[in-house]
């Protein structure tokens, strides 16, 4: 399968690079980079810290979309605006771990997935994607004599709390118990707080040293705790995740997926 990789010196796009390199059944079809970018001309896979493969990166993206089965894009939201178009024009299919678009940009890449296979996540870990699966299962399983509670530790340098992460697998638990997370979310507890109310998911963050990301899932019971954690020590568990995604488009209908479609959740 020949796999593209738009955006290819970048942090995610050299991960993006070695993965597609190290993966058996995988062929590396070409990367390209933005305009003026200084890695252009560069060999792809030396650029990523690999034997030299003979591709330079590029910056004419209708050439890789032609040369590849499916392309991945961890780029910025202008930049997947063309990157749609051309995988539109050439039926390749894509991944998309770019975020930050706007309704335009969400609006634009639903109308591309009518004629492509598309693969969408904010977060591409596959660790990660399990842990939300399981906590919506949990959360309808054990009912509200189960407390839940949401821990999650990162660097010393992130600047919002609780992560996004944790903000998602709160929402999985929410709907697992089919209510709204905005009516049981409980964060920043402080001082005399009061007892905590039946239903509530608590939210509770540490920050400290360079740690990459850990989240743990706590069902506390009356006489029993169920505790789910995922540690992540790389971000090469995104790459990881994209291109097992990449790899799952192959022989698919066109169509807007995510991860728990890759993982068989749904
Ligand atoms: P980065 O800035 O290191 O890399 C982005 C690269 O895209 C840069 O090299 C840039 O030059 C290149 N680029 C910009 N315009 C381009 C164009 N027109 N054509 C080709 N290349 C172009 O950033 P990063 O840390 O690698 O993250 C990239 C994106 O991926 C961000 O949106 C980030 O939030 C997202 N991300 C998503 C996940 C996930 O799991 N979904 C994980 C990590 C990062």
């Not at 969400?106 to 904010?122: G, Q, S």
């Not at 020590?233 to 995510?258: H, N, Q, V």
Request: charged content about 20%.
């Amino acid at each position: 399968m020949k796999i593209g990789i738009v955006g290819c010196a970048g942090r995610m796009g050299q991960m993006l690079v070695q993965e597609v390199t190290a993966t058996q059944g995988c062929e590396l079809a070409g990367g390209t980079e933005g305009p003026g970018n200084p890695a252009l001309g560069r060999d792809v896979a030396a650029h990523a810290g690999l034997d030299a493969c003979g591709m330079e990166i590029s910056e004419d993206a209708e050439a890789l979309f032609a040369a590849s089965d499916v392309v991945v894009d961890f780029t910025l939201p202008a930049a997947t605006a063309n990157h749609l178009a051309l995988a539109q024009k050439n039926g390749t299919s894509l991944v998309l771990g770019t975020t930050g678009h706007d309704e335009n940009g969400l609006a634009a890449i639903e109308a591309a997935a009518k004629d492509i296979t598309i693969v969408k996540a904010m977060n591409f870990s596959i660790g990660v994607n399990v842990q939300f699966a399981i906590t919506q299962q949990l959360a309808g399983i054990l009912d509200d004599d189960y407390d839940i509670e949401i821990i999650e530790m990162h660097h010393k340098h992130k600047v919002d709390s609780p992560s996004g992460t944790a903000i998602g697998l709160g929402e999985a638990a929410a709907a697992g118990r089919g209510v709204s997370l905005d009516d049981v979310s409980a964060r920043g507890r402080d001082g005399i707080t009061g007892a905590r109310k039946k239903g509530d998911i608590g939210f509770a963050s540490l920050r400290g040293g360079e740690v990459v990301g850990e989240h743990t899932v706590i069902f506390a019971g009356e006489n029993e705790r169920v505790e789910f954690t995922h540690r992540a020590s790389s971000r090469g568990i995104f790459s990881k995740g994209a291109i097992r995604a990449a790899r799952w488009t192959d022989g698919k209908d066109a169509g807007l997926y995510d991860m728990l479609d890759v993982l068989g959740f749904k």
